[in-house]
């Protein structure tokens, strides 16, 4: 069975809500929609106070080439335009709608029809993708045109799909492969031919066998689409240890997949593909998955961009008695959440509702020098190090040590027997030693 060979873990999977259809979430009364919800340059709010708007409409115009345009998932009245903390932490531009009903622009195909025929050309592909702003729906949130547009001198030679979802808890794109795969199949044949490559692989772990075999079925009907079956170990899903695993190529330190002829997209981020280019459909909603031990209602919501956090709790059966700590994403990469009332993003894939006994860090002691960390670490880095340098401010060195080659997977803290907060200090470091490379650059 096909896999990455350096490091990885295995957690206990946990997915809960592997077998709960996808629901639809029910509209909020009011809606918080934040305009920069992607990687790059902040977009610009062309909406203004008192203005109406309908779903889809554009709220904020992106000004930078790596930027995402953002669209209204409701129709209302825009109440407010202020700032707000998002699930990242960080307070944010943002647009305030009351929700009135459920208008939709009259541009947007709402039939049940699947479209088969591409009539797009390759740079009309790319257009349409820019301007539905659709991201990488894999937690990134990396603007989607940006990555088909292949810089000049490089080629791409195979378009590989993650369909793996190895963290723990997560569903939403398992139940997305397997309720909406035909779909996704086409968005994948969408992005094959912007990319102008005549491959494309679909990588999924082989704990998800239902997705396989469903989407095994469907590629009889799509030219140059294989589905590969991957050991479970985490972290599949990082997009070098995908490449690694699928086509058995190694991206240099500090390169992008381009530079091994791969392109690497998320299988939620191709269904968007596929929404944008055949029904010219802007990503305003997305698959969310919220679960938990304790949670009475574990579920996959199919959620408008800006509803509420705590609108999903609710439908889920609202906060168990014995719950420890909210994380927007899986217990692995994801953060946690001091309040609820902060809205769903693009790059939202879960909310996962941790018991107290989950949630409760083990004291820190000293480190042993054990090297469990180094064993286990994907990028063949020595996190202890890392941590260490970082805890001295000694950025200089960090950046010698390739922090930045850190892909944050959390594999090192996750089997730290110390119980120290690697992961912690190394997003701090690299975080600082990113400040100083864009001062340099700026000199």
């Not at 020098?369 to 180094?374: A, D, E, L, P």
Request: some cysteine; glycine content about 8%.
């Amino acid at each position: 069975m096909k896999t990455f060979k350096l490091g990885g873990v295995h957690p206990e999977e946990n997915k809960i809500s592997a077998n709960k259809v996808i629901e639809v979430l029910p509209l909020p009364k009011q809606a918080c929609v934040p305009v920069t919800q992607h990687l790059g340059a902040p977009s610009t709010i062309v909406v203004e106070k008192g203005a109406t708007v309908k779903v889809g409409q554009l709220l904020a115009k992106s000004e930078g080439f790596i930027g995402a345009n953002t669209h209204s998932p409701f129709s209302g009245k825009v109440s407010k335009i202020d700032t707000i903390i998002d699930t990242s932490g960080y307070r944010r531009p943002a647009v305030f709608i009351d929700v009135e009903d459920d208008e939709w622009d009259e541009s947007i195909d709402r039939s049940s029809d699947i479209r088969y025929e591409i009539n797009l050309s390759r740079l009309e592909i790319i257009d349409r993708i820019k301007t539905m702003g659709i991201v990488g729906l894999g937690g990134a949130t990396f603007p989607s045109h940006v990555k088909l547009m292949v810089p000049e001198g490089k080629k791409a030679m195979v378009l590989i799909i993650n369909g793996v979802e190895c963290e723990p808890y997560l569903t939403s794109d398992h139940r997305l492969m397997l309720e909406r795969g035909e779909e996704m199949m086409i968005g994948v044949s969408i992005l094959m031919k912007a990319l102008e490559v005549n491959k494309a692989i679909i990588g999924i772990e082989n704990n998800k066998p239902d997705a396989i075999n469903h989407l095994k079925s469907l590629c009889s009907k799509f030219n140059g689409i294989e589905i590969c079956p991957l050991k479970v170990k985490y972290p599949q899903g990082a997009e070098k240890q995908l490449i690694k695993a699928a086509v058995n190529r190694e991206v240099p330190s500090g390169k992008l997949p381009i530079e091994v002829g791969c392109v690497v997209n998320n299988a939620g981020t191709a269904f968007a593909v596929y929404e944008a280019v055949q029904k010219n459909k802007p990503l305003i909603e997305r698959v969310i998955t919220v679960t938990g031990k304790s949670v009475k209602k574990s579920c996959n919501l199919m959620a408008r961009i800006g509803t509420s956090v705590s609108e999903l709790i609710d439908f889920a059966g609202g906060l168990p008695e014995d719950t420890g700590k909210v994380i927007s994403g899986g217990p692995m990469m994801g953060k946690a959440l001091n309040v609820l009332d902060i809205p769903v993003m693009k790059g939202t894939s879960g909310i996962l509702i941790m018991t107290q006994k989950e949630s409760k860090r083990v004291v820190v002691q000293n480190c042993i020098r054990c090297g469990k960390c180094i064993t286990v670490c994907p990028m063949g880095l020595e996190p202890y190090k890392l941590a260490q340098l970082s805890e001295i401010e000694n950025y200089e060195m960090s950046e010698s040590e390739k922090v930045l080659d850190c892909i944050e997977c959390g594999s090192c803290q996750f089997t730290c027997p110390a119980g120290r907060p690697l992961l912690d200090y190394v997003r701090l470091g690299k975080y600082e030693v990113g400040q100083i490379i864009r001062n340099r650059t700026k000199k």
